[in-house]
């Protein structure tokens, strides 16, 4: 495996991990917020749209090193977790 395929091969890894945690820790404090402090208004959904951004930059690193739109696709995927895995799957299977 060449040294681009295993830069690529990194971001793709960390930019799942940077998804995967954002929104699991966005779901347990907001049903920790809901059932346990009866809160409803959470900042849950903030957390997982601030959790994307650095799904965003590695998304960002890897379309780079692919030599696709890298800013076009990074600015797609800082707009939430759901535009983050449609690009994530994108550069994984395009």
């Known amino acids: 495996m060449d ?6 091969s990194h971001h793709e890894r960390r930019a799942a991990i940077w998804l995967a945690t ?8 907001g ?5 346990g402090f009866n809160i ?4 849950a959904p903030l ?3 601030v959790g ?3 799904a965003a930059w590695h998304l ?10 890298a800013w076009l696709l990074g600015g797609f995927a800082m707009l939430g977790p759901v535009p983050a ?3 994530h799957l994108w550069l994984r299977w395009a």
Request: glycine residues 10%; without cysteine; positive net charge.
């Open 3 to 8: 040294s681009m395929a295993r830069a690529a």
């Open 22 to 29: 954002g929104v699991a820790l966005s779901m347990v404090i």
């Open 31 to 35: 049903l920790t917020l809901a059932f």
């Open 40 to 43: 409803d208004n959470s900042p």
């Open 47 to 49: 957390l997982a749209w």
């Open 52 to 54: 994307s951004w650095g």
């Open 60 to 69: 960002y690193r890897r379309a780079r090193l692919q030599g696709r739109g």
């Open 85 to 87: 895995v449609l690009v």
